[in-house]
């Protein structure tokens, strides 16, 4: 979807402020969460983030410059979706409006992201990645439990292998293996990443290995379980099926499961976003006047939150400039 006018900046007190994009004329880069479809302003200067966000942008080769001083009207939420995963929440004095944008999050606690925290605002900014109602994420608890008995079943005949982001989806993985009393084998990118999050308290356990090398190893000695890029998962399985003469399974564990085939021998629909229903419960707690829809489905997803109660449009059809109220500026863009 191209961009709209008004689809650039949130503007508050005076202050234009990005979210999760770089554009033009902002003063405050708003970095929600270190995956990299969210950190294209982080080489900008004046960066709001949690400084777990700015430790992770390391794992890019990028030492943000944050913002000198904090602004009074400013707080950073959790947002339950990564480590360090913030949402951003603004009081603006002029109009009397407090607005919060969620960046990517979820309702459920993962297991490394800490529980997301919601509080009463006039207007939502909300991420758009599940737009639409007909599908539902199953239970974590369901899914992590399935995934500890296709592991264990697989490993008594052969290698696991799942493909995975290497960031925030992998040290998830690590951390859910874990709880199944088994510490995964994962590539020198997995491993330097996940010590980045062992640095900020995570407390995961996990070997670096090249797997498909045919030197003895203790930890490559029997059936193990391994996590490699998603984009390598192919290659890596067939090299590490030649390198041991076993048999290797393949594993993906993503929401996308419930929408596409993975092409692995078994897709886990492991989320780390909320589906429609889960930001509705969202919206019900924060129980705003108006709901902005952000991000490639904007349209879609403030549509289908019409159809269920919501106040809600496009955040690139907002307008903010000279309204005073959240009222007239509905009824200003409705107009257009
Ligand atoms: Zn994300």
Redesign the pocket.
Known sequence: MGSRAGDRLLNVNGLGISLDRRESGASINFIS?A?T??IAAARSGNILASDETSALLGAYRIKPKKLEDEKGWIKLLDAG??LG?KQLFVSDYDGGIDYVYTG?FQMQKSAIAKQIQTRKADVVIIDSTYPRPEFRFDDREEVEEAMGIWIRQKMKRGIVLFGSYPM?KSQELISIINGFGITPVVTPRIAEISAMHNSLGAGLDFLSRDMDSERTDEALSGNFVGIVEAGKLREAAAAVSAAHSKRVYTASATGFAKLYRMGTDVQFPLS?HADFWQSVDYLNAVSPSLVLTYGGSQDVFAENLAKVGFKAMPFGEFRQDGLKTIEARWHSAKRL
């Open positions: 969460h995956h479809d969210h979706h990564m995963s990517d925030g780390d």
